[in-house]
């Protein structure tokens, strides 16, 4: 790429730089701002009279004795608890993401491998089931969970999402699987191996970036769920993103809007540590499911 770029006339490769720095710019500075603004007081950062206070900061000096404050975090973690929340959304998402993973690499193989036409109309039907509104779909679900006792718990929750993302997981693993040349399989079967060692073995290694990529956007559908997430959990089991909701949902408290800018910014930063540890997997099995083999 950068030998590509390197042809181009001058001109043109200012104006493609430029055209870069201000996607860049326009991309990162809303999350920077609300970084920035999570260190200050309410009456700073969302100041009507002059929006450089944000910046100087006169009040929070004068309310927390410094220009920047910590408070809230303090108040989003520790006297909101927020921490619970956090803790619900990673038994939330590792669940959704090992069980997706699981049922998608064995069926997105299954289908694959299957010479057989019901394997089509199965995919068909998982991507229609994959269009509807997320809405449509809980809806269903909240009469039988309120008879059965089980509304509100983290379990349900869980079992909804997988069904909303296995759709999913099972068309973008059956694509990947699709890459591998079936002679791989077949050379394990004939020096001994049974259909699922050679799964294990042989396809599973030279398909990990795929498997990984599928991961990491079934942990962003769990991570990120609003809909299922805050009509199917209780007060007490809210995750991260309906727990912000709720900060904003009572503005009139003093702090808690603070409060969500702080839990905004904590629910945030663990996603762009996630995509940059696993970013050279991401593009291989992106890169991997686009070339068919």
Same mark, same amino acid.
């Given at each position: 790429? @950068?030998?590509?770029? &390197?042809?181009?006339?001058? +001109?043109?490769?200012?104006? @493609?730089?430029?055209?870069?720095?201000?996607?860049?710019?326009?991309?990162?500075?809303?999350?920077?701002? &609300?970084?920035?603004?999570?260190?200050? !007081?309410?009456?700073?950062?969302?100041?009507?009279?002059?929006?450089?206070?944000?910046?100087?900061?006169?009040?929070?000096?004068?309310? =927390? /004795?410094?220009?920047? &404050?910590?408070?809230?975090?303090?108040?989003?973690?520790?006297?909101?608890?927020?921490?619970?929340?956090?803790? +619900? $959304?990673?038994?939330?998402?590792? @669940?959704?993401? #090992?069980?997706?993973? $699981?049922?998608? $690499?064995?069926?997105?193989?299954?289908?694959?491998?299957?010479?057989?036409?019901?394997?089509?109309?199965?995919?068909?039907?998982?991507?229609?089931?994959?269009?509807?509104?997320?809405?449509?779909?809980?809806?269903?679900?909240?009469?039988?969970? %309120?008879?059965?006792?089980?509304?509100?718990?983290?379990?349900?929750?869980?079992?909804?999402?997988?069904?909303? +993302?296995?759709?999913?997981?099972?068309?973008? #693993?059956?694509?990947?699987?699709? @890459?591998?040349?079936?002679? #791989?399989?077949?050379?394990?079967?004939?020096? /001994?191996?049974?259909?699922?060692?050679?799964?294990?073995? !042989?396809?599973?290694?030279?398909?990990?970036?795929?498997?990984? =990529? $599928?991961? #990491?956007?079934?942990?962003?559908?769990?991570?990120?769920?609003?809909?299922?997430?805050?009509?199917?959990?209780?007060?007490?089991?809210?995750?991260?993103?309906?727990?912000?909701?709720? %900060?904003?949902?009572?503005?009139?408290?003093?702090? +808690?809007?603070?409060?969500?800018?702080?839990?905004?910014?904590?629910?945030?930063?663990?996603?762009?540590?996630?995509?940059?540890?696993?970013?050279?997997?991401?593009?291989? /099995?992106?890169?991997?499911?686009?070339?068919?083999?």
């Amino acid at each position: 790429m @950068s030998t590509a770029l &390197t042809r181009l006339p001058p +001109n043109l490769r200012l104006i @493609s730089a430029a055209l870069v720095a201000i996607w860049l710019i326009a991309a990162a500075f809303p999350f920077l701002w &609300t970084v920035w603004g999570s260190f200050k !007081v309410e009456a700073d950062f969302f100041s009507r009279q002059d929006w450089m206070s944000a910046l100087t900061g006169p009040r929070t000096r004068l309310q =927390t /004795g410094g220009a920047y &404050t910590l408070d809230g975090y303090r108040g989003a973690w520790i006297e909101r608890e927020f921490w619970r929340a956090a803790v +619900n $959304t990673l038994i939330v998402t590792v @669940s959704v993401t #090992l069980i997706s993973l $699981t049922i998608g $690499t064995l069926g997105g193989y299954a289908l694959a491998r299957s010479g057989y036409r019901y394997a089509f109309w199965i995919l068909i039907a998982a991507l229609v089931f994959r269009a509807m509104p997320h809405i449509t779909l809980v809806s269903g679900y909240m009469l039988p969970f %309120f008879e059965l006792n089980i509304w509100g718990v983290l379990p349900t929750t869980i079992i909804v999402l997988v069904a909303i +993302n296995q759709p999913f997981t099972l068309w973008m #693993l059956h694509s990947f699987f699709l @890459s591998i040349p079936k002679d #791989l399989d077949e050379s394990a079967l004939v020096d /001994g191996c049974t259909r699922f060692e050679a799964f294990r073995l !042989v396809v599973i290694p030279v398909m990990w970036p795929g498997v990984i =990529t $599928t991961g #990491l956007f079934s942990f962003l559908l769990a991570y990120n769920d609003f809909a299922v997430t805050s009509m199917l959990l209780s007060q007490e089991n809210q995750t991260m993103v309906p727990k912000i909701a709720s %900060f904003l949902g009572s503005i009139h408290e003093e702090g +808690n809007v603070m409060f969500a800018v702080a839990a905004v910014v904590s629910a945030t930063v663990p996603l762009f540590i996630l995509v940059l540890f696993f970013q050279r997997q991401i593009v291989s /099995g992106l890169t991997a499911g686009a070339v068919k083999g």
